[in-house]
């Protein structure tokens, strides 16, 4: 699933943490959002991440390790895309002039 329009403030927050750590616990994520949800409400903003197929889990431990379920070069690329063709009809010359 590389379209990420679909997705709420936080949890876009919570994908970017994922893709710039390359996966991580739920204690993990809060300590790096801007005024953390409870550990309840983390829990349910990944679950419903996982059930968007954005996300997956592994056990680690006693708790679960997330990782994007989409490579990270993947979403990159659709998103420069949509940028492209949003703002500069799609003309790669015209983007790399601005």
């Known amino acids: ?7 709420s403030r936080r ?3 919570i994908l970017e ?9 739920v204690l993990e994520i809060q300590s790096q959002l801007p005024n953390p949800p ?8 990944l679950s419903i991440l ?3 197929g954005h996300v997956q889990r592994r056990k680690q431990g ?9 490579a990270k070069q993947r979403v990159a690329k659709n998103a420069l895309k949509n940028v492209l063709h949003t ?3 799609g003309d790669v010359e ?3 002039a601005m």
């Open 1 to 7: 699933m590389t379209d990420l329009s679909g997705l």
């Open 11 to 13: 949890e876009r927050q």
């Open 17 to 25: 943490i994922l893709y710039a750590n390359e996966g991580a616990t």
């Open 38 to 45: 409870s550990d309840m409400a983390s829990r349910r903003l």
């Open 50 to 52: 996982e059930e968007k």
């Open 62 to 70: 006693r708790g679960y390790l997330y990782r994007p379920r989409v």
């Open 87 to 89: 703002f500069f009809g």
């Open 94 to 96: 015209q983007a790399l």
